[in-house]
């Protein structure tokens, strides 16, 4: 069974960083591709980015320019290094492991103004 925890959220002020780290087991984990998403109160779940087994990414609009998701197979971890944060990603970050779908128990990041 695929096993994920993240860590590394936290508080932070407007404009400051944090990087994500989601740490996977019970996988082979270089076959397969991750995703950060987020679900902020009151609203539904939603992607952040993507990054598949050769390292390609995908981004919302809102995480491009500020976000990179990155990933180290001999770790089998997946970060998200968030720069500039606004008060807009306060949410509860979620590890998805793509095939088959496990999520993580997610990290919250609030980031106040």
């Known amino acids: 069974q695929v096993q994920l925890v993240e860590s590394g959220g936290g508080l932070v002020q407007a404009g400051g960083s944090l990087r994500l780290s989601c740490a996977a087991s019970?996988?082979?984990?270089?076959?397969?591709?991750m995703g950060w998403y987020r679900q902020a109160p009151g609203k539904q779940r939603e992607l952040v980015a993507t990054i598949t087994s050769g390292g390609s990414t995908n981004y919302a609009d809102s995480a491009k320019g500020r976000f990179t998701i990155s990933r180290d197979n001999a770790k089998k971890t997946v970060y998200l290094q968030m720069n500039s944060l606004k008060p807009e990603d306060t949410a509860v970050y979620y590890c998805?492991?793509?095939?088959?779908?496990?999520w993580g128990q997610g990290t919250q990041v609030t980031v106040s103004s």
């Open positions: 019970g996988t082979i984990f270089s076959i397969n591709t």
């Open positions: 998805l492991h793509w095939a088959p779908r496990y």
